[in-house]
């Protein structure tokens, strides 16, 4: 269920390197990412954990593209490319896939259907032919099971109405269809029960691959019992403060993230320290 | 978050793809309006004496008649002394014969238009009146259904071939003092579309009307009359275009339906006029009077409108509900973008008992458009159970646009049951980036957020035009930004 792991293995590909990013917000200017160094490499599972106000979602921000934030230094390099350079649909087809922590309703659009349009977009970026309607729901069959996605949810539209639960599945199941190179999960457990947790980290860990990569963020350790990260890495005001294994996040969940500012602020450091 | 997308600019832009003019000799009259022009335009349409008068009183009428004010449009005044009012191509001197008698180079626009006038197989669901500036050149499929008694051909025709149903229905819905437009209308309509579907028949296919103007300098000013006779069935429909011009044109028509006992009526229309340039500059002032009697028991009357286009539309198809158990239904989309006004939407004038209405209206601005709802619910004292539910929604792309809604209700029943719904929203950053990063491009993104909000009125459009309708939403206004 797992899947390979990679951590150790340096021969795999480099899926991102992020090199000393900073961003800002574009209307005040505030100061978000004060120097983020990360490498992912495909196959590879990295947790990005942190107190609220730290970074985390404007990491996935900046990374999938979303607009209101300026990137004063560092660089961003996805399989070798200018990650940064490209619009936020090039890089959603190229292959980078952002679970968002709050999907957005699109009334009057059936959930099917946008899923088969943005298949689409992604198969023509990849010289693929187009998927009709019919091929469309016999490729969706399975995925749908593993989500738990009933017929009804499919049919109804975007988002629309659909329980905390319903949304968070859809985000993952849509990652199943189109089949991602790099996946970022922004939160995917906020607002979850036990059982739908369950559910939705079923169908993340099934998507584990040795092509892919994932970034999970989230600010609770309960998501990691289920997605076993290869890497751990805590931010703190905009820095990774502290990289581990998983038991890293044990740690943290022991003793909360004002150990690692206690300790950051003792050592004065913002290196990444720890190593499993 | 910031409302400005350089790809909203881009897109926004887009062509108006209806806007070549046809080189073709025309028959015009010099511009100006008096009573000669009147009884000119009668004489050359060979009318009898009652219409002449019925249109000199008219006129006469129009004449004691101001402009309206009451719309939330803007607009210099019209010189309607320096409107053309009657042009007709030359080759249609005698009104439309066979379609093997058209013009080719007639035939050739329509094509060019998306709208061929063969009888191809391919096209066998749909029956076309096609009205060129001042006059009907060609309608399709007439044969075929006059085997089934249906009545399907020019206004003028009607005059000749069927004058007491013309006579009889004439002005039976909107009397000719109606409204300004309405009145000028009577006085000078040149041609239009006529409809007769007998006692108990279905009509086989679709019935349309394609309105073209292509004169500069020229008003349309047509008449529909469509006559659902008892437990009578027809899907009616009609398109506009025009070309581009930096003037603006006027364009006032009268579209009249009655049905009978059991009777439907469906009436949609997809009205792409050219709505002016981005500056504001050009386009058709759509002035239009549209309304349905429902004048026999269970009978009902639908209106679903696409309006895409003119620089100004000012129009409200209604349903006087007076047989007992009628219904009246309303579905609209108004697309306002650049710097169109549109101010439309519906009366339902309840008399009958358990009569019963539904109005769904969608507003989409963008640009600098302005876009308004205005609704009448009128329930009369004698209309025992009579039931109303409106749904307005207003859909805002960027931040320079705007939209109204003036909902008037009116009750003099107490066992009436009425229902308003509304809400204004705007195409969020959200939305749009949710799409994006799915892979949709921005202009894709923004044509399947609209038509989603839309959904519920292009569906009740046949299917024929409903994929047409999707795409022309998409390209009136992809790229928008709230």
Redesign the interface.
Known sequence: MNGERGTSEKKEMTMLQIENLHARI?DDGTEILKGIDLTIRAGEVHAIMGPNGSGKSTLAHVL?????YEVTAGRVLYQGKDLLAM???I???EGV??S?Q????????ANTY??R???N??RK?RGLPEIDAMDFMELIEGKAKLLEMEDALMAR?VNEGFSGGEKKRNEIF?MAV?DPKLAILDETDSGLDIDALRVVATGINALRSPERAMLVITHYQRLLNYIEPDVVHVLADGRIVKTGDRTLAHLLEEKGYGWIEAEGAAAGTTAAVAKG | MSSQNPVLEELTSQEYQHGFVTDIASDSFPPGLDEGVIRKLSAIKGEPEWLLEWRLKAYRHWLTMKEPTWAMVHYPAIDYQKIVYYSAPKTQKDGPKSLADVDPELLATYEKLGVPLEERAILAGVAVDAVFDSVSVATTFREKLSEMGVIFCSFSEAVKSHPELVRKYLGSVVPQGDNFFAALNSAVFSDGSFCYIPKGVTCPMELSTYFRINQANTGQFERTLIIAAEGATVSYLEGCTAPKRDTNQLHAAVVELVALDDAKIKYSTVQNWYPGDREGKGGIYNFVTKRGKCAGKRSRISWTQVETGSAITWKYPSCVLLGDDSVGEFYSVALANSFQQADTGTKMIHIGKNTRSTIVSKGISAGHGQNTYRGQVWIQKGAEGARNHSQCDSLLLGAHCGAHTFPDIQVKNSTAQLEHEASTSKIGEDQLFYCRQRGLSNEDAVSMIVNGFARRVLKELPMEFAVEAQKLLGVSLEGSVG
């Open positions: 574009q999938s593209g979303r607009d209101g619009a936020p649909e890089r959603a087809r896939f952002l968002f709050y999907p957005v309703e699109i009334p009057g659009v946008f899923l349009m943005s298949l977009a992604v970026h539209s849509q189109l």
